[in-house]
Nanobody, 125 residues
Framework: VRLQASGGGLVQAGDSLRLSCATS????????VGWFRQDLGKEREFVAA????????DYGDSAKGRFTIYRGDAKNTVYLQMNNLKPEDTAVYFC???????????????????WGRGTLVTVSS
């Protein structure tokens, strides 16, 4: 599975962005998908994850109440809607996927087998 994250950019605090995680020529059915982020000098941080059933999703503490992860109507895209962005959200955002059972989600980067290149989100104050 080849993943591509996109949608990053430079925004101001309080703005919104929607990141996309897409595969080419493949479906994300049967894959749990997660978003992580990493800023310079920091460890990779869990942001959000969704089960392939779409019935289960969870968020890192920094994302709760502001971010939403969801699957698109097409079977090959997962989105991360980010609202009320803050300067501390500045990071490179990565999406990841792994084969999973119906409602399973994963919180650790080591649990994901497939990673895409990241997309940079910069939030100015």
């Amino acid at each position: 599975v080849r993943l591509q994250a996109s949608g990053g950019g430079l925004v101001q605090a309080g703005d919104s962005l929607r990141l996309s995680c897409a595969t080419s020529g493949a479906s994300l059915n049967y894959y749990a998908v997660g978003w992580f982020r990493q800023d310079l000098g920091k460890e990779r941080e869990f942001v959000a994850a969704v089960s392939w059933s779409t019935k289960k999703a969870d968020y890192g503490d920094s994302a709760k109440g502001r971010f939403t992860i969801y699957r698109g109507d097409a079977k090959n895209t997962v989105y991360l809607q980010m609202n009320n962005l803050k300067p501390e959200d500045t990071a490179v955002y990565f999406c990841a996927a792994t084969l999973a059972s119906y409602n399973r989600i994963y919180f650790q980067a080591s649990e994901y087998n497939y990673w895409g290149r990241g997309t940079l989100v910069t939030v100015s104050s």
